[in-house]
């Protein structure tokens, strides 16, 4: 069956620190990845997506994330986070024609 | 403009009762989903169509049914409110479906709480 772990829970950084978020997924087939942002009140937008080729994406506001196929990973980094990065993040995945979202990470920003 | 919106933003009423939330998308996508969002943040689909048909239907009580008049449209029906059914509600487009590479759009949610 298709699924999708995000193990971090709630992730507390200071301003200026570096971001990973871990997300790791199974299914044996080709995937298709996508991270998506929700703000606090807000709606999920995506962040950036995964479908072929250079397995490095970036995607907006500075994030990028490495897919690792022998990893079954999907990881979302940013260099150096701001105090407006405070929101939930979900990593998805698309598999057997289902768009699995995993349980969100809470990041929190110390200003 | 509102590429995917939901209405009401906001719904407050008692168990018991019946409630709709409305959804409707302009970027001319073919597929429109239904996910729940608990108090802890998970995301979990409820239904999806694709061009007015049910496509994906995972286990929810039978008090849920969605229906799409036409491919801009999915609208929600809960018959008979519980306190679980408190949530927020998101209503999302793409096109194609998930078996292409489409990005879900979502709506603002509907924020849904039960008394």
């Known amino acids: 069956a298709q699924s999708v772990s995000q193990h971090n829970h709630h992730v507390i950084l200071s301003e200026a620190a570096s971001l990973e978020l871990g997300c790791n997924y199974s299914y044996g087939g080709t995937v298709n990845l996508f991270w998506y942002v929700q703000y606090p009140g807000q709606h999920l937008q995506l962040l950036l997506k995964?479908?072929?080729?250079?397995?490095l994406v970036k995607g907006i506001k500075g994030f990028e994330a490495e897919f690792i196929k022998s990893k079954f990973s999907f990881n979302l980094r940013k260099p150096s986070v701001q105090w407006s990065d405070t929101a939930e993040y979900f990593c998805a995945v698309i598999g057997a024609s289902k768009i699995i979202f995993g349980s969100g990470t809470r990041l929190s920003i110390r200003p | 403009d509102t590429a995917v919106s939901q209405t009401p933003k906001y719904l407050v009423t008692q168990m018991g009762n019946d409630k709709s939330i409305k959804c409707e998308q302009n970027?001319?996508?073919?597929?429109m989903y239904w996910y729940k969002q608990d108090s802890k943040k998970f995301l979990k689909i409820m239904f999806s169509y694709n061009n007015k048909e049910l496509i994906i239907n995972e286990t929810v009580p039978n008090r849920f049914s969605p229906k799409s008049p036409d491919k801009a449209h999915l609208n929600l029906h809960i018959n008979s409110l519980e306190l679980g059914d408190s949530a927020v509600y998101f209503c999302?487009?793409?096109?194609?479906?998930?078996?292409?590479?489409?990005?879900?759009?979502f709506g603002n949610g509907t924020r849904l709480t039960v008394t």
């Open positions: 999302a487009s793409s096109q194609g479906g998930a078996r292409t590479n489409s990005p879900l759009h």
């Open positions: 995964y479908f072929s080729g250079d397995p």
């Open positions: 970027l001319g996508h073919d597929t």
